[in-house]
Structures are given as C-alpha cells and as structure tokens.
C-alpha cells in the first residue's frame, strides 16, 4: 500500500525555491515556490518553456537557505518527489518563519493527487494554486485542499495547439476556441465561492471582442471575483500591448461591472526570480 501511495502522488518536480509573488491578489507576498515539470499548453507569450517537457533524466533544483550567514546554496536532486520530500524541500528554501506554499508549473492540474497530499501534509499552511484552468475535471479535485486559486484566462488566438504528455491524457486539453469557451466556463463556475482571482495575460494585438468573451463570462460566471489584466512582458517574440490597448480593455471590464486591476509581472521589473 504504501508504494502504491508513492507512485500515485510521485511528481516531476523542476524547482523549489523562496521568492516573492509577482501576480495576482498576493502580488508582494513573501512565498515559496514549487514549479511542477510538465505541461501540455503552448502559451505564445510563455516565459517557463523549460517546464513543458519531462525528460526521463530529469532534475530538481531545490534553494536552500542557511539562516545564519544568510547564504543560500541550489542543489540538485532527482526530480520525481513525493509530496513529503518536497516539503522538506521548502523548509529547506524559506528558513525563517513558514510562508504559503504557490503550487506552480508547469500545469499542476496534471497532478490532482500530489496536490491533495501536499495539502494534507502542510497541515494549516495556505496552499496558492496556479493554474491555467484549463482541466476542470482535476480542478474539481483540488477545490477543498487549496486555499486560493489564481486562474488564467487564456485567450485562444495565443495559444498554439497543446502537446500532451501522453497518447492517452486522463483529461485532454483544449484545443479550439469552443473547447476554451467550455473548460473556462466550468471551472469559473467551480471556483466560483471559492477564494480565487483570474489574470488575463495581454500581448499586442489581440482583438478586443476576443477580450469581451472572456469579460463576459466572468461577469455571467464568477463576478464576485477580481480580474488581474497583466500586460504581456516582451519574450519570445511577444510583444507588449499598447497603452491603447490596455485601457480599451480596462473600460470593457468596467462596461461590465468587473473589479479590475492592471498589474505588470513584477519580477522582470525587480529582476528576481
């Protein structure tokens, strides 16, 4: 039994590390990082393409802090962990007083029982989930062990075709902007009394009826919750939205009576990790 456990919640970890959260409604919050290996989606605006893949040789840098001469030293450690390990590796990241655990990838959805574990282990610890919201089957999993959820609101005419993990996913991605509109709709009304914020990463170019759609699902489907508009960092090609259009964007929202926040990806602008 117990192997049994240790296979169905063993996850390819990339890395663990301590720093602060640079998106969303706890921008600014000292947290450590868990960045899970492995995702599907091919976000055109992605800066982590390093955590698609899971090669079979893969590794784990885990920080480790030394709280008396403050040092910190990354070492190597075989990638796939149980959800016990990894908590040994953010105690070994944070030093100090304990900090919420941000669950990020990667796409952690593809591991809905390493994240109920982790969960169970950390105890009173506050649990950040961030996810595409793009697997409402696992989302549905995770609802009672995670205590926010930062969602994003993928706009389909960014988004390249997935590539799956396996030839045979336990829930197959969105491909088409109706399979986008399907997955977005259920797990808004998912997380809808839950504690959870959406963001809406904005890249140059995009046509704003597309934005509309998304505005007017929120409005429909989770109006409660606040929309974090983020402007798109330039990488990989993408470019930056204009002031332009940020702010047609901004009075869409308000045309609709969302709550809405505009905030830049802090760590590019601080230059941390």
Known sequence: MISETRQATETPVLEVFASIQG???????????VRL???PLRCSWCDT?????VPKDARAEIEKRDDVTEGIER????????????LCFVAAAEGGRPKTISVTGGEPLLYPDFIVELARLAGERHIHLETAG?????????????????????????MRAPVELSADPVEPSPVTA?????????????????????????????????????????????????????????????????LTEI??????????????RVLPQVHPVLGVR
């Open 23 to 33: 998106e969303g409604a706890f921008v600014g919050q000292p947290q450590v990082f």
């Open 37 to 39: 290996r492995g995702c």
């Open 49 to 53: 393409p390093h955590s698609w893949a």
């Open 75 to 86: 070492v190597e450690e075989p990638a796939n962990s149980t959800p016990f390990q990894v």
């Open 134 to 158: 793009a697997h409402p089957e696992s989302l549905s999993r995770v609802l009672d062990s995670v205590d926010h959820f930062s969602i994003d609101l993928k706009l389909p005419s960014t």
């Open 178 to 242: 109706e399979d986008w509109r399907d997955v977005r709709r259920r797990t808004m009304k998912l997380v809808r009394s839950r504690d959870a914020c959406f963001k809406l990463v904005l890249p140059a170019g995009v046509a704003l009826s597309e934005v509309e759609e998304l505005f007017d699902d929120v409005a429909n489907f989770a109006s409660e919750h606040v929309v974090y508009l983020q402007p798109a960092t330039a990488v990989a090609g993408t470019a930056a939205p204009s």
């Open 247 to 260: 702010e047609l964007c901004v009075d869409a929202a308000l045309e609709r009576g969302l709550t809405l």
